[in-house]
């Protein structure tokens, strides 16, 4: 049987998702920060683009099936780093298949498109992802009282 196919659009393309987004998001590490998932429905909602920021969603047959954004800071304490690839979630059933990297590939065209040069991330457990889609590592440091990985791309 053949796998539908996935489409990548601006959350404000499909805002019917934004409640499942916001919830997907919550779930993966928002849950720490002060903003219900509505109140980060909202907030992904108003990320329309084009540019920074922005809001993506990989969809197929009409589910919601994973997000990334393009955020003007994701890293705090870092307000001189900018800007950042941030929020890039698969639902764990859609996991493997690749729209990980379709998001990802996603931003950075957004980003190349609006000119920008450099992107930052920050990760704990998906190193080896950005390092194979050609992110390098910068530094070390703390989020949320853990360790974490910062990582660039350099935009050609």
Sequence with gaps: ??????????????????????????????ANNTLSPAELAGRLRAQAGPGVPSTFVAEADGRPLGTASLEPHDLP??????????????????????????LV???????????????????????????????TDAFVTEAGGKEVFVMRRDLD
Aim: net charge positive; charged share 20%.
């Design 1 to 30: 049987m053949d796998r539908p196919a996935v489409l990548i659009r601006r959350l404000s393309e499909v805002p019917q998702h934004a409640p499942a987004i916001a919830q997907l998001v919550w779930a993966q590490g928002w």
């Design 77 to 102: 304490g870092r307000a001189d780093l900018s800007p950042w690839l941030a929020n890039v979630v698969v639902v764990e059933a859609a996991r493997g298949a690749g729209i990980g990297a379709m």
């Design 105 to 135: 590939r996603r931003v950075e065209r957004e980003a190349q498109a609006a000119g920008i040069a450099r992107l930052w991330l920050y990760t704990r457990r998906a190193r080896p992802l950005y390092l194979r889609l050609g992110w």
